[in-house]
């Protein structure tokens, strides 16, 4: 079955700098890739998302690129801010499979 | 429509005690999700319906665990005879299978077995 990699497990940034965060799949089947972005004491929400049919996605400070030969994807927060702090998920999953597996979570503490 | 609602958010509960928890989805997503979290993991896939119909079972779901969602909406998690090693957040998102992958996810229910 599918099997995700997240590093780092713990990222700390200052206030404005960038943070990334790198996730690796196995299986080659899976074409969805999202982020879910998870606070204290709530789920995780989804941030951005990627299909396989592209190779970048942005929205605004937000971005995630997506290397289908390295089987590898990253989440890219530009200026970051103190609100950007919480855990972050990356996930894969193949078309019409739902069992989406999801890394083992970064988390982001923006030092303002 | 309030998102994915989850109910109760914590639950404490004996060792051997049922347990069951409950979400209501978005109105108009016909998939439904469980999921579980320990600390510091990732969510974990647990099962999946499509509308009333339960189509994928993970195996970590074992035979003391069962879900239904009889009418198509909301959707139940039961777990019987419980043990320290359920204790997690139980996760349930929904999702429409017509419009886009993304899931939304509930707040989640907090099991601790003592």
């Known amino acids: 079955g599918e099997n995700v990699e997240q590093h780092p497990s713990t990222l700390s940034v200052q206030e404005g700098d960038s943070a990334v965060i790198k996730c690796t799949y196995s299986?080659?089947?899976?074409?969805?890739f999202p982020w879910y972005k998870q606070e204290l004491g709530k789920g995780p929400q989804l941030i951005i998302d990627i299909r396989s049919n592209v190779g970048e996605k942005k929205d605004q400070r937000i971005a995630v690129t997506l290397n289908k030969t390295a089987k590898h994807f990253s989440l890219h927060i530009t200026e970051t801010q103190p609100e950007d702090s919480a855990v972050y998920f990356c996930?894969?999953?193949?078309?019409?499979?739902?069992?989406?597996?999801f890394g083992a979570g970064t988390r982001l503490t923006v030092k303002p | 429509d309030t998102g994915v609602s989850q109910d109760p958010r914590h639950k404490i509960t004996k060792r051997g005690q049922n347990v069951t928890f409950r979400c209501d989805p978005i109105?108009?997503?016909?998939?439904l999700y469980w999921y579980r979290q320990t600390l510091g993991q990732g969510p974990e896939f647990l099962t999946y319906f499509q509308n009333e119909a339960q189509l994928e079972k993970s195996r970590l779901l074992s035979d003391r665990f069962s879900a239904e969602r009889p009418k198509g909406s909301f959707s139940t998690l039961e777990i019987q005879r419980t043990e320290q090693g359920d204790s997690a957040m139980y996760l349930c998102?929904?999702?429409?299978?017509?419009?886009?992958?993304?899931?939304?996810f509930g707040s989640g229910t907090r099991l601790t077995v003592v």
């Open positions: 996930a894969a999953r193949k078309n019409n499979n739902n069992d989406m597996r």
């Open positions: 998102a929904s999702s429409n299978r017509d419009r886009d992958y993304g899931y939304t």
């Open positions: 109105s108009e997503h016909n998939r």
């Open positions: 299986d080659s089947a899976s074409n969805y």
